[in-house]
């Protein structure tokens, strides 16, 4: 079955640091591939998404780049805030008749320090 | 504001309560989906509902029924929980099957 492993968390940087949190996944055809955060106390928001292979999604200076041939959607924001202190979910989705179920990593917790 | 608004945001109930978890959206689409968020656990998806016909339903004990009487809202009945389903329930809209889930902001849920 379809499954989304990322790197163990929790991260702490210091406000300003170059941030990566990886992703890998497993699916068959080519699914479409997702960042979701969560702040504390609310629901997840979507991040950024890539659609198919060597996509490039971005948003609020967060990256991910869809890598078929590593099978990796790895986040990267090139210096982060305080304000980026969240929960980051990788997902992914095969649709078609998958009935656009949402298949998510263990999310992964950011804290940036002032 | 996100488009989906659940109530309430929080929910502390006896495990021989009945409640209901509430969601509604507002952005025209046609699926809705219930979560689960459980600590230290990856989500997990309950409930997934196509035009207002479920179309999925991943094993979910029967102490939790969906109900969704149109596009715009879907409901979480709740009966005899158990202290284990204390979560966080998220509410989840798309335009169709297949596309980005939006999120609402869930109902913390515990069971005493």
């Known amino acids: 079955g379809d499954s989304v492993t990322q790197m163990e968390g929790p991260v702490t940087l210091s406000e300003e640091a170059f941030l990566t949190i990886n992703c890998t996944y497993t699916a068959t055809g080519y699914p479409s591939l997702f960042w979701y955060v969560q702040y504390p106390g609310e629901g997840l928001q979507l991040l950024l998404k890539?659609?198919?292979?060597?996509d490039k999604g971005s948003n609020k200076g967060f990256e991910a780049t869809y890598r078929k041939e590593t099978t990796s959607f790895h986040l990267e924001k090139g210096s982060v805030q305080v304000s980026d202190s969240a929960v980051y979910f990788c997902a992914l989705n095969r649709g078609g008749t998958s009935y656009g179920k949402l298949t998510f990593g263990q999310g992964t917790i950011l804290t940036v320090h002032p | 504001e996100t488009g989906v608004t659940q109530t309430p945001r929080h929910l502390v109930m006896g495990m021989t309560n009945k409640k209901s978890l509430k969601c509604e959206q507002h952005l025209g689409h046609n699926a809705m989906y219930w979560y689960k968020q459980s600590a230290k656990k990856p989500l997990e998806l309950m409930f997934v509902?196509?035009?207002?016909?479920?179309?999925e339903n991943n094993s979910v004990p029967s102490r939790f029924s969906p109900e969704c009487p149109n596009s715009s809202h879907l409901f979480l009945h709740l009966h005899t929980l158990q202290p284990e389903d204390s979560a966080l329930y998220l509410c989840?809209?798309?335009?169709?099957?297949?596309?980005?889930?939006?999120f609402g902001q869930g109902t913390r849920l515990t069971v005493v």
């Open positions: 509902y196509s035009l207002e016909e479920r179309v």
């Open positions: 890539a659609t198919k292979a060597d």
């Open positions: 989840a809209s798309s335009q169709d099957l297949g596309t980005e889930a939006f």
